[in-house]
């Protein structure tokens, strides 16, 4: 829930500046796009999956416990890529946001502790 709510604000926050200024995102001019993938994917899919399979956690619903393990690999997987990212560009000189690179790797660390945890509670025959 707390994943899927602060990357939702991060990105309607940068989204909503933009069209208020009524200047284009620096993120997006450097790519050239219409629109930012990113926003598109996480906007329209993650986020709010991991919203909805967190209230289907908190209310005890199966169809939650059985979506959240991918959901939580898919943060651990993005999150690993992302910090691997931040340490090539930094290796190659360019300044990283050091915040957002620490915010990344606890996300994979209680992503991961929440893994374990379903994963552990799985009893096998």
């Given at each position: 829930?707390?994943?899927?709510?602060?990357?939702?604000?991060?990105?309607?926050?940068?989204?909503?500046?933009?069209?208020?200024?009524?200047?284009?995102?620096?993120?997006?001019?450097?790519?050239?796009?219409?629109?930012?993938?990113?926003?598109?994917l996480d906007l329209g899919?993650?986020?709010?999956?991991?919203?909805?399979?967190?209230?289907?956690?908190?209310?005890?619903?199966?169809?939650?416990?059985?979506?959240?393990?991918?959901?939580?690999?898919?943060?651990?997987?993005?999150?690993?890529?992302?910090?691997?990212l931040f340490i090539i560009?930094?290796?190659?000189?360019?300044?990283?946001?050091?915040?957002?690179?620490?915010?990344?790797?606890?996300?994979?660390?209680?992503?991961?502790y929440f893994v374990y945890?379903?994963?552990?509670?799985?009893?096998?025959?």
């Open positions: 829930m707390v994943i899927g709510i602060m990357f939702s604000l991060l990105w309607l926050g940068e989204i909503l500046a933009s069209l208020l200024s009524k200047k284009i995102p620096e993120s997006l001019s450097e790519t050239g796009l219409w629109v930012n993938p990113v926003h598109i899919f993650l986020l709010p999956a991991m919203i909805i399979v967190s209230v289907l956690l908190w209310r005890k619903k199966l169809l939650g416990f059985f979506l959240s393990v991918p959901l939580l690999v898919f943060a651990i997987t993005m999150g690993t890529g992302i910090i691997i560009v930094r290796v190659k000189g360019e300044p990283i946001p050091m915040a957002l690179g620490i915010i990344m790797g606890v996300i994979v660390l209680v992503s991961v945890g379903f994963l552990k509670e799985i009893k096998v025959n």
